[in-house]
């Protein structure tokens, strides 16, 4: 469903992603590992069609990220890692926003929202870390979409809506949805992964089923040389 095939883009500074090359299935949540500043980001805003590679290929159902990138959006649920949202707006306001957007009806955002125990009266900018990365999740799930793109989801949620958090994952899985997860907690991608992804200064050093590790956290100090 995502492929990703030779990408280089390359910032004004010389970093940013070279030469990648991985996928992700349906059905297959696929975590993708790596330190700040190793290229997760830059990779996750290609696919997202935010940018284009200088070379490669970045697509998604056989559609090329940058130039569908409206088309792909419908099928897509998106949590960036640093999330910002309209200001004054109310929790309930902004859902309603999105699904006028995305052409989807409230009744998934109801669900969801009671899982996950939103207060969709308040203004989103003054609600905790916590409460508004559930205002992200909601928002990322509430349209059923064939594909997850998660920027460190549960960062900031406490354990219960953690362990409701992978719930949903691993239920979207069973469902047949493709997931790239970016994330710093091994914890997470033990319990809902099934293959990992590491990228070191840009480019993909490991590419593994989970099964084929024994140590996760030791095969990523290992790509590191810590």
């Known amino acids: 469903m995502v492929n990703i095939k030779g990408l280089t883009f390359t910032y004004p500074n010389g970093k940013g992603v070279k030469?990648?090359?991985f996928e992700v299935n349906k059905g297959e949540v696929v975590g993708f590992l790596g330190p700040n500043g190793a290229g997760k980001t830059t990779t996750i805003r290609c696919i997202l069609g935010f940018m284009k590679g200088n070379s490669g290929t970045c697509?998604?159902?056989?559609?090329?990220?940058?130039?569908?990138?409206e088309e792909n959006m419908k099928d897509i649920g998106f949590i960036a890692g640093e999330i910002a949202f309209p200001e004054n707006m109310r929790a309930k306001e902004y859902f309603e926003f999105i699904s006028k957007i995305r052409g989807c009806d409230m009744r998934r955002?109801?669900?969801?929202?009671?899982m996950f125990e939103v207060d969709t009266k308040q203004i989103i900018q003054k609600l905790s870390k916590g409460n508004k990365q559930k205002v992200a999740l909601v928002s990322a799930f509430m349209h059923d979409p064939k594909v997850?793109?998660?920027?460190?989801?549960?960062?900031?949620?406490?354990l219960l809506m953690q362990h409701k958090f992978l719930g949903l994952v691993n239920k979207?899985?069973?469902?047949?949805?493709?997931?790239?997860?970016?994330?710093?907690?091994?914890?997470?991608?033990e319990r809902t992964c099934d293959r990992v992804v590491i990228i070191k200064?840009?480019?993909?050093?490991?590419?593994?089923?989970?099964?084929?590790?024994k140590n996760l956290e030791k095969t990523f100090l290992e790509v590191y040389d810590v």
């Open 109 to 114: 955002c109801d669900e969801l929202c009671k």
């Open 59 to 69: 697509k998604i159902d056989g559609k090329e990220c940058f130039e569908n990138a």
């Open 172 to 189: 979207a899985k069973a469902e047949g949805k493709s997931v790239l997860m970016s994330t710093h907690n091994f914890n997470e991608v």
């Open 148 to 158: 997850l793109i998660l920027d460190e989801p549960s960062s900031g949620l406490d």
């Open 19 to 21: 030469n990648a090359s």
């Open 201 to 213: 200064d840009g480019e993909i050093r490991a590419d593994k089923k989970l099964t084929d590790i």
